[in-house]
Structure formats: C-alpha cells, structure tokens
C-alpha cells in the first residue's frame, strides 16, 4: 500500500489528512490525521499505525492489529 | 443592513425629528427592541452548503434558480467538462450498504444530482458517503472568482461535490418551514472546520509564530503568484477525468504563517498526545501539528469583560476527557473546540471552568440546561462527531433529528420566550453551491451554508434573502450585549463595501422585534 492509497481511504472517511511529509531516513512517509492517528507507510508498502485514532485507520485499510506484547 | 430599513417609513417630519435627536437610531446602531432576545443559542453542525440540503426549498434560491452556466463544471483548463468524473473509490466505502461503487459513479451527466433519488442512486440519508476536501486554498480555486465551475476539478472526490440530497421530509426542513430560513448565509472563511471554527468566536486567522523555524516549517504552504491557489505540481494530473489534483506543499499554513487548515489544539482534549514526560493537559508542541496557544481577542473575552454569562457546549467533552475518544460514536472532533486553542482559556484556568462545558453525551447535559432554564445569556452548542452531519464519518438523519430535538427542547424551555437560535453549518464541506459569494477579504466568506432562525421573534415562514456570514452571528451579538468589536469583523466590513457588496447583516432581517 503506498501513501497515496492510504491517504485516500482514510480521508474519503472523513478523517482529515493534517500532515505528509517525508520520514527522517527518507525511506518512506508520516502521515498525521485529525483523529490522532499517525501512519508511518516505507516506500517498501510497511505500514505502521499509532496514535489515538489508530484503531479506525487500522480498520479503513484493513489491517490486521498486531497482538499485544509481541 | 436590515437595521436601518425601518427608518424609510417615518414621515419627513418624524424624519427630521429623528435627526436632530440625540437618542434617535442612526444606520449601524442595533435594531429596536433587539433587547428584547435575552438568550441566544448558536448551534454548530458540519460541512453542508445550501443547495446540498435545501436546494429545493420554496422561496429559497435554489438549484431551480441557478443558471445554466453556474451548474456545469469546467475541467482544470477551463473546458466545460464532457461528464462529470467518477467518485474516486466510490460514493459509499467499502463495507457501507448500499454499496455505490466508483464504477457505479461512471458517466454522471455534467450537473447536479440528488444522492437519495429513488430512480438514481437511492441511497438513504442515514448512510454515510464520501468525504470531500474542504481546505482554505482550493476552496477559493473552486469557488473560482464566484463562478462556483471548479468544484470538481480541485477536489479529491471526482463527481462528489455535485450532489445534494432531499431533505423535504427531514425534521429541520419542517423548522425552517415554521421560522426562518436564510438562504444567503455564506461561510465566514474560506475552508475547512478549524478555520470556520475560528471565525465563529475570533473573526481572525490564527496565526504561528517563527513557523518557518518551527517543526511546522514542512506545512507552509507553496501559493501560485495570485496568492489565492496551490502551486500545481508538475506531475498533478491535467485533466479532472484523470485523477485528483497534486500540489507543491499543500500544507496548514499560509507563507506568512496563518494557520488556516487542521492544526490540533496545544491543550488537551487534542489529537496530539502529550510530550513524553511533559505536562499531561497539554499536546506535544514538537509535533508539526500542534499550533502554538493562541491571544487573539475571542468573542468569549469580550462577553466576559462586559460580564454577560456564556459557555461553549462541546458534545462528549468530558467523555472524551475520561475515556479517550471512540469511533463511531461519539466521535469528538477535536479541532472542532475552538477555545481550546486560546491560552485565555487554559487548563487550570478559572476561564475555562466557566466556560468550556461538557454537553454530555449526544448532548443530555445541555438539554438538562435548557429544560432546566439555565442557559447562560449566549451558548454555543458543538455535537458530538456522529451527530453534526460531517460527510465520511457521520450521516445526514441523525444530526438533523438531534438538532431538531434539541430544538424542541429548546421551544419548550422556561427561556424561551426571549431567545433566539441560530442553527447553521461551519462550511460546505468541499460540496458545490451556485451562489457566488459577496467579495470579501484574504480569508472569506466563502461558500454559501444553510441557516435558520428560530425564535418567538422569527417572522413564520419566511425566507431571508440578507446577507450574512458567520460573523453575522458575532454581529448580532456584539449589538445586543453592547460589546467592543473584534477587528475581524471591522476588516470583513470595511471590504465587503470597498468591494461594492451589499453589508452584511446582523440577523435580524428574519425578526419582528416590535
């Protein structure tokens, strides 16, 4: 998944895009939402997502949430 | 203005009286009998402009009213577009039923179209749909100069900002059918809800400070040389029907450092978490999105120093304080609690604990205060997410029927008599309108959004043709409580009529105050 795809889902939900820049190793993009959520997507198509809306962003790309404590 | 209409009908005689009197009204001073409205209630749903809602309002100037050339769509050359785009990823998401996929949105004629027509896509109004760009730069580059034909070619959303929807049979409409429906009310700023959030209680831009030496420096926006659109990228798509447009730097702030699209605010409840470390009630300000606390004079600031009670009502303040926010419900919005960005009104503050008032849960504590007759003299009313309307998050049916609920709690409150109610949107939501807006300043009025005004006061049945924006509610309460004038509002004034546009009005065009 590339930032563009990411950015589109989680917006058309209505979940504002607030910040997208390039990561400090330049291996990828942070993206920030207005709910709290931020995605880190690699240029490899990892993503990783944190913050306080990461729930309802995991669920719009459909990702799996990762087990607690691994 | 409305105001001063009245003076037409004294004789000369009275005429000469009234101008050699001290006492006497003189254009620009507040309307008779404005006294008489004790509370106002201002309540503040999400992202619809007029035509998306009441378009087919008797009396109103609608869709039916709009010319033929404001209703097509011209692609990003400037050609009238063949048909409109897709929706991109489709009018629903994924997992939304009814499904209307972007290859359902396919070959949609040039003009708009009703989301809930039984013949066309019959989608319901308690279906959530498609999120529309609804940002400072391209607002303005879709409003196009008041021709309103750049809707779709700078939005992300394909056909998305052509449609509307019938709300005939919504709760609301049968409000504005019994009081007032202002069908030239325009946004107050040029964007998104942050911004218009702001207008509503600062008629200001924030601003950040040394922002190009800050972390926020990568969301400086790049403008062209009008100073009023993106920059396009060199590798943005020419054509509407090819995909959504690419810019520069589309970021939050302006070159000169105004913060006129989503920062998060530097006091919690926020979207940025707390520093590592750092002081729990506040956001990290290390993050690019955190604006700095903000001193502008506030319309709160002004109330208090002439010591008229107020309060903003925020729907799941308190839960989302306690318990963390959720999704779907409530969905609390954070840059949706403009004081909370003020540092008048920080954490700790004594300000703050009088004004900044949890409304409950789908807004029971601030019922229990109507019911209960204990409004201050002026509130604001903010729903929680799921119930203000806002495309891709929250559908049309339930804000509506909670607000008109809301209202009808407020008809019967042992306040009533003397109150008045303003029930409006803080922006299109990226959703084309065919009115152009009245020329204004750098930052606004953008694109037109339904009001009504509702009161003991409201002329019944009537259409308002004044028009307002959303420092016309600051207008009308600055006059009735004889409050200093925040410079926005003077700057907005002082353009509109270089500009040559009719003034803005106060609101009370809709009443009969005697």
């Keep these: ?70 | 203005m409305t105001r001063s209409f009245g003076l037409a009908l004294f004789s000369s005689t009275l005429a000469l009286c009234a101008a050699i009197s001290a006492s006497a009204a003189q254009p620009g001073d507040p309307p008779p009998g404005i006294a008489k409205i004790e509370t106002v209630v201002v309540i503040f749903a999400e992202n619809r402009a007029f035509d998306n809602l009441y378009g087919h309002f008797p009396g109103a100037d609608g869709i039916d009213k709009a010319s033929e050339e404001s209703l097509r769509q011209r692609d990003r050359d400037g050609s009238v577009l063949s048909e409109l785009p897709p929706v991109w990823d489709g009018l629903t998401a994924k997992g939304v039923t009814p499904p209307v996929t972007q290859a359902m949105t396919e070959h949609l004629a040039n003009q708009p179209f009703t989301v809930n027509d039984a013949k066309g896509f019959n989608v319901p109004l308690t279906v959530v749909t498609h999120d529309l760009w609804h940002r400072y730069y391209q607002n303005q580059m879709q409003i196009n100069g008041g021709k309103n034909d750049m809707f779709v070619a700078w939005g992300d959303s394909g056909a998305m900002p052509m449609s509307n929807w019938d709300t005939s049979k919504g709760d609301m409409w049968a409000v504005a059918q019994k009081y007032v429906l202002a069908d030239h009310f325009f946004m107050g700023g040029f964007g998104g809800s942050f911004f218009n959030h702001q207008w509503l209680i600062c008629a200001c831009a924030p601003y950040y400070a040394n922002a190009d030496k800050s972390p926020a420096k990568p969301s400086i926006a790049v403008t062209d040389d009008s100073g009023t659109a993106l920059k396009i990228a060199d590798n943005s798509p020419k054509s509407a029907r090819d995909g959504i447009p690419k810019f520069v730097s589309d970021g939050n702030l302006t070159p000169d450092f105004y913060a006129v699209n989503t920062m998060q605010p530097p006091y919690q409840p926020s979207g940025n978490d707390p520093a590592a470390g750092g002081d729990p009630l506040l956001a990290d300000p290390a993050k690019p999105t955190t604006l700095p606390p903000q001193s502008e004079p506030t319309i709160g600031d002004m109330l208090s120093l002439k010591h008229v009670t107020w309060a903003w009502y925020s729907g799941a303040w308190q839960y989302t304080l306690d318990h963390g926010n959720h999704t779907p419900m409530p969905n609390f919005q954070y840059h949706h609690q403009p004081f909370n960005y003020y540092a008048n009104y920080a954490p700790g503050t004594e300000a703050r604990r009088e004004h900044l008032r949890d409304a409950g849960l789908s807004g029971v504590s601030f019922i229990q205060a109507i019911d209960d007759g204990v409004l201050p003299q002026v509130s604001f009313y903010k729903p929680q997410g799921n119930l203000n309307e806002h495309s891709g998050y929250a559908d049309i049916q339930a804000g509506d029927r909670h607000i008109a609920d809301v209202v009808a709690h407020l008809e019967k409150s042992p306040q009533w008599p003397h109150m008045l109610v303003v029930v409006t949107y803080d922006e299109n939501g990226g959703i084309w309108d065919h009115v152009a807006p009245p020329k204004g300043d750098r930052w606004g009025p953008g694109t037109r959004i339904p009001a009504i005004i509702v009161s003991p006061f409201a002329k019944h049945g009537y259409v308002d043709h004044t028009p307002y924006d959303t420092t016309s509610i600051l207008r009308l309460i600055t006059e009735r409580f004889e409050l200093p004038v925040l410079h926005g509002i003077v700057v907005r004034d002082r353009a509109v009529a270089a500009n040559g546009e009719p003034p803005l009005g106060d609101l009370t065009g809709g009443l009969d105050l005697n």
Excluded: C, H, Q, Y
């Excluded at chain 1, 490899?44 to 459909?62: C, E, F, M």
């Design chain 1, 1 to 70: 998944m590339d930032a563009d795809r990411i950015v589109a889902l989680v917006t058309a939900a209505g979940i504002e895009l607030t910040d997208r820049r390039r990561n400090v190793k330049g291996d990828g993009w942070s993206l920030s939402f207005a709910s709290g959520a931020t995605v880190e997507v690699g240029d490899d198509g990892t993503v990783r997502v944190a913050g306080k809306g990461a729930k309802a962003v995991i669920s719009l790309l459909d990702l799996s949430i990762p087990a607690r404590g691994t």
